[in-house]
């Protein structure tokens, strides 16, 4: 059974950087596709970064160049590091896990995953 724990949220200024972590147990997380997602209760849940099984990572629009994802096969875990953090970064963070191969497009929308963390809250103040 799949388990991710995220860890690493909490309150930054505006231009700050907090790097999040995905613990996953019951899977490598180099034989599986990963994204990071976020949710501001206004509105759906949406896409940041994913990473796939040979290692090749995308960023969403709104956070390219300042989001980078990565993981870390020998500790299975799996990172968010943010820089350059707007007010509009501010929601809830989840890491979510599937083990098939879909298209970066797939990869991108929350219903193709079955394996979710009960995420971790990134507040940015102005």
């Known amino acids: 059974q799949v388990q991710l724990v995220e860890s690493g949220g909490g309150s930054v200024q505006s231009g700050g950087s907090l790097r999040l972590s995905c613990a996953a147990s019951g899977y490598p997380v180099s034989l599986c596709s990963m994204g990071w997602f976020r949710q501001d209760p206004r509105k759906e849940r949406e896409g940041v970064a994913v990473?796939?099984?040979?290692?090749?990572?995308r960023t969403a629009d709104s956070v390219k160049g300042r989001f980078t994802i990565s993981r870390d096969n020998a500790k299975n875990t799996l990172d968010l590091q943010m820089n350059s953090l707007k007010p509009e970064d501010t929601a809830m963070y989840y890491c979510a896990l599937i083990r098939s191969r879909l298209s970066w497009w797939s990869l991108f929308s929350p219903t193709a995953y079955p394996d979710w963390g009960q995420g971790t809250q990134v507040t940015v103040s102005a």
């Open positions: 990473i796939v099984r040979d290692g090749g990572t």
